[in-house]
């Protein structure tokens, strides 16, 4: 095998001479060297795309020749490629291109590249988009919807298919290979003849790159779009129905990939509103679009008011089902059997459903991880969940194994990431969310990868010859800002988990501004329980936590042993997953030997302190960066501080009502007030900056 170290490229470049705006992502352009492409003699988009990729982005020796050859191979799985420094070969188009993408990141990030074979773990890679049909992002922090807009909604401009080409560009580099379009809160709107052609039109733009179209669809539909009066999953005029808003849908895009489907879930309607199953429902829409080789990604985001213990419904509902959904339905669970909270432990379906395809949905933009305001490298926290071992068919089922088909034979293999795309011009918001839209990417090509590298990774692509005056060599820049920054970004999503909910403690922020600040009071009159801090933490005079054991809710017992027993022991629970598990009184004493409410208050302190330091890294990096994105990054970490201190407080002061016992002398005192603090309700956010011209 061949190993070739690819030189680090330091001069020459011509990003460095470059506004950075971020709007080119990881996809920086750099002065390319004259390379001869020899490819199939075929009327092919993605292999123009690839070829076009090669000429204008080749970094190699000047003069060379490479091959892209389509050629069955077995050894080669989905959209995987087989890659030596001079060709490419693939079974699909889709997996040519991909093999150029990754030659090209080599050659950029100076990794050796050995002649072999790349799979992806995943056979979907998917974006989930919650844009709705007026143009707002439900949960979105980066500026309005790409592909949707209040006023002209349907008229497809030049500057709409640029900015989607350049957001199918971006997925393809990094392997994503699916778009859902619209939020899973859907309107029925989305279906209309009206907003499909617009589907079409993002759709023709999305394809070159090969990226394939979803759409999420409400159940009701057929009553709010069709006038029918049922939408009753067995009803055959509703299943008429379905069939031709299929047909219809095929019409305009033949590759459509299928539907992403919340039922009976936080309001949505259902199957169960007509005494159907999940099955029944997501059986039915299956059968619809079988013909057309459709998927149906059906979500296990399911909870109601009435069970005692949230986190256990989902597993509740669906493990009975197992076996019952069609081959091409892919049961859609998210990390953590709450919320996507900062730390949750894997949600216990995974591994448990055993005759159904399941797949991971990961949020990338941050709900409950500070939105576009606080700096969060997420790919530790993906890893953390595909990499927890299920124990369900023995040692070594992990979350990862358990959906990608290594453990159980499930027909199709899938993941969704819910996106952090928007309009500003860097995509994301902050500078550095855009490593969570390229780590998922990432991920879900190859789930074994390290948080690590990929961060690495991301910084080479992202800000490499960024600064005015270059560093004086790779090794200087290497250690002045690779290492750095990537330590900074390793840390950054448990100083997070620290300042907010550390321990296991989860959901106890505020929901007036959407889930960004503290709020463990949180909870107007009439709220109903399950949507308030109380409920998650249970802070009492005789202690905190969620008390899940088997003398609690028992939701212990959804995991296989020897986990039941694990978290079922306060002595042998995981510290972080402590409070999730345990309600402990506030002297409980820790495996450190000191008391649940002292460790409590070093792991809020320890959140503040990271975000100081993460600020004293980051302004030593200056030289090394572009004014533009230095002071972006700068001015986010600065309120990210001010607002990590107002989550210290407000949780340890709040807290201490309960506990009765000194903050600890090593902790930074407070220095606001609980009272302040609760009519404040809402720490300080940076303006907007302007909106991509
Ligand atoms: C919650 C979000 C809500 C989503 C819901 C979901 O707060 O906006 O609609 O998840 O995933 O985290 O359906």
Redesign the pocket.
């Known amino acids: 095998m061949k190993n070739i170290l690819l030189s680090f490229c330091f001069l020459g470049t011509v990003s460095g001479l470059r506004a950075e705006d971020g709007h080119q992502l990881w996809l920086r352009p750099h002065a390319a060297t004259p390379v001869t492409v020899v490819a199939p003699a075929k009327n092919s988009v993605l292999l123009a795309t690839a070829r076009q990729e090669l000429q204008q982005g080749w970094q190699g020796r000047a003069g060379a020749t490479v091959t892209l050859a389509l050629k069955k191979d077995k050894a080669i799985r989905y959209d995987g490629f087989r890659l030596s420094t001079q060709s490419v070969q693939a079974n699909t188009e889709r997996g040519i291109l991909y093999g150029v993408y990754e030659l090209l990141r080599r050659q950029q990030t100076g990794q050796a590249l050995a002649d072999g074979i790349s799979n992806p773990s995943y056979e979907h890679r998917l974006l989930n988009h919650?844009d709705n049909p007026d143009g707002s992002v439900?949960?979105g922090y980066a500026g309005q919807s790409i592909f949707w807009r209040k006023d002209s909604a349907l008229v497809v401009t030049k500057r709409d298919q640029k900015l989607w080409q350049e957001y199918a560009r971006a997925n393809a580099s990094i392997g994503i290979n699916g778009s859902v379009l619209n939020n899973?809160?859907a309107s029925p709107l989305i279906l209309s003849a009206e907003y499909l052609g617009r589907v079409k039109a993002i759709a023709d733009a999305l394809r070159p790159y090969g990226v394939k179209t979803y759409l999420s669809v409400k159940f009701s539909s057929p009553v709010l779009l069709g006038g029918l009066k049922t939408a009753d999953p067995l009803d055959p005029a509703v299943i008429k129905w379905w069939q031709s808003k299929a047909k219809e849908i095929y019409q305009q895009v033949p590759d459509f990939g299928g539907f992403l489907v919340?039922a009976s879930?936080?309001g949505q309607p259902g199957p169960q509103d007509y005494g159907r199953t999940h099955a029944d429902g997501a059986n039915m829409l299956a059968d619809v679009v079988r013909p057309y080789g459709g998927l149906v990604m059906w979500r296990a985001?399911v909870y109601s008011p009435s069970d005692k213990d949230r986190a256990k419904q989902a597993y509740n509902e669906f493990v009975p089902l197992d076996g019952k959904f069609r081959d091409n339905v892919i049961v859609q669970v998210k990390n953590g059997p709450v919320?996507?909270q900062p730390r949750e432990p894997f949600s216990p379906l995974f591994g448990a459903l055993k005759k159904t395809a399941v797949m991971p949905e990961f949020q990338i933009t941050q709900?409950y991880l500070g939105h576009e305001i606080d700096l969060a490298y997420l790919a530790p926290m993906w890893e953390e969940c595909l990499q927890s071992d299920t124990y369900q068919a023995g040692p070594g089922s992990t979350v990862a194994r358990c959906t990608d088909g290594s453990v159980y034979r499930q027909a199709h293999s899938a993941m969704a990431g819910v996106s952090n795309v928007g309009l500003d011009t860097n995509w994301t918001g902050h500078d550095f969310a855009q490593a969570n839209w390229y780590a998922f990417g990432r991920l879900a090509w190859n789930s074994s990868t390290k948080s690590a590298q990929i961060a690495e990774e991301w910084l080479k692509l992202t800000f490499q010859n960024a600064a005015a005056q270059p560093a004086a060599s790779a090794a200087d820049w290497n250690a002045k800002f690779l290492t750095p920054v990537t330590q900074l970004m390793l840390a950054s999503r448990e100083a997070i988990v620290d300042y907010s909910m550390p321990m296991g403690l989860h959901h106890i922020m505020s929901a007036t501004h959407g889930?960004y600040g503290p709020g463990p009071w949180w909870g107007p009159p009439g709220m109903r329980a399950d949507w308030t801090p109380p409920y998650y933490h249970q802070a009492a005079a005789n202690g905190v936590g969620f008390d899940r054991t088997k003398t609690g809710s028992d939701a212990v017992s959804q995991y296989h042993e020897p986990l039941a027993s694990q978290f079922n022991d306060p002595a042998t629970c995981p510290d972080q997953y402590l409070l999730w598990f345990h309600h402990l009184p506030w002297d409980f004493k820790m495996k450190s030997g000191r008391t649940l409410w002292d460790e409590l208050a070093l792991h809020y302190d320890r959140g503040v302190q990271q975000v100081r330091q993460f600020q004293r890294t980051w302004d030593q990096a200056q030289p090394y960066v572009d004014a533009e994105r230095f002071g972006a990054v700068q001015n986010k970490l600065r309120t990210q501080s001010g607002n990590a201190v107002m989550w210290k407080d407000a949780c340890l002061l709040y807290f201490q009502q309960f506990s009765r016992m000194p903050i600890p002398a090593a902790v930074e005192p407070p220095m606001h007030t609980l009272e302040a603090l609760i009519i404040y309700d809402t720490p300080p956010r940076p303006p907007r900056p302007a909106r991509q011209p």
């Open positions: 919650w439900e949960r899973v809160n919340k879930s936080e985001f919320d996507f709900e889930h």
